[in-house]
């Protein structure tokens, strides 16, 4: 499978807890976005890195939330002291990004879906 | 700010009736992508469509056609002869302001939840 992958797909966690997520992006793709969905909305922006830099943040992304992408490959993101607001799908997306080439298709992962107790 | 609306929440149709999504945006820029993007129960978002705002010509790639009018801020998208397997929720989305190395933060609109009746 080269598609973007994601682990793990299910986390269940007591309030208070840190829990983390990984993805993986395609392998040639530069460029890797987070995303958060809740129960019967669209998508929300959370981050999105350019190899290992982190670009941009969300003012959806609270001190709790912190994301890496330490070589450009694979991104993690740890939610730490766990809410039950933070209940959602969280997605990842990568893409091939050049430039002068405009925006690129994102391409998604499954998700990982959390829910905190 | 940018915004997406997607009226309809839900909609059923029998199957091989068409059936139309609608997306009514809202942006500043005046350079801007438009996306539909399809959800199955699986979860992954599947990219079906992206439309830069200088081109308003409409799409047409199998069953389905997207109608882009700028005057009204609208991107509608149509299935012909719907199936069992178009069943899924579909959101619209639209992307900021281009820079040289473009840009794909999305503003998603809420969905619409498609179900075809067999």
């Known amino acids: 499978d080269t598609g973007v992958s994601q682990n793990p797909r299910h986390k269940i966690t007591k309030r208070g807890q840190n829990v983390t997520f990984r993805c993986d992006p395609i392998?040639?793709?530069?460029?890797l976005y987070w995303y958060r969905q809740t129960l019967g909305q669209g998508p929300e922006f959370l981050t999105y890195?350019?190899?290992?830099?982190?670009?941009?943040k969300s003012r959806l992304l609270s001190d709790r939330f912190s994301a890496e992408r330490p070589k450009g490959s694979f991104s993690t993101l740890e939610i730490q002291r766990t809410e039950q607001g933070d209940s959602a799908m969280y997605l990842c997306?990568?893409?091939?990004?050049?430039?002068?080439?405009?925006?690129?298709?994102?391409?998604f992962g499954e998700g990982s879906r959390l829910t905190v107790l | 700010a940018q915004k997406v609306t997607q009226a309809q929440t839900e909609i059923s149709v029998v199957e091989k009736e068409d059936v139309t999504l609608d997306c009514v945006y809202e942006?500043?820029?005046?350079?801007?992508?438009l996306f539909w993007y399809k959800q199955p129960p699986s979860g992954e978002l599947v990219f079906l469509i992206r439309?830069?705002?200088?081109?308003?010509q409409n799409e047409i790639s199998g069953r389905y056609s997207w109608n882009f009018q700028k005057s009204t801020s609208s991107f509608n998208f149509t299935i012909t002869a719907s199936q069992v397997v178009d069943s899924a929720v579909y959101f619209c989305?639209?992307?900021?302001?281009?820079?040289?190395?473009?840009?794909?933060?999305?503003?998603f609109g809420t969905g619409t939840r498609l179900t075809i009746i067999p």
């Open positions: 942006t500043r820029d005046t350079t801007y992508y």
């Open positions: 890195f350019q190899n290992e830099a982190q670009l941009e």
């Open positions: 392998s040639e793709h530069n460029r």
């Open positions: 439309r830069n705002s200088f081109d308003e």
């Open positions: 989305a639209l992307s900021g302001s281009i820079s040289n190395f473009g840009n794909e933060k999305l503003t």
């Open positions: 997306a990568s893409s091939l990004i050049k430039v002068n080439s405009g925006t690129g298709e994102l391409f």
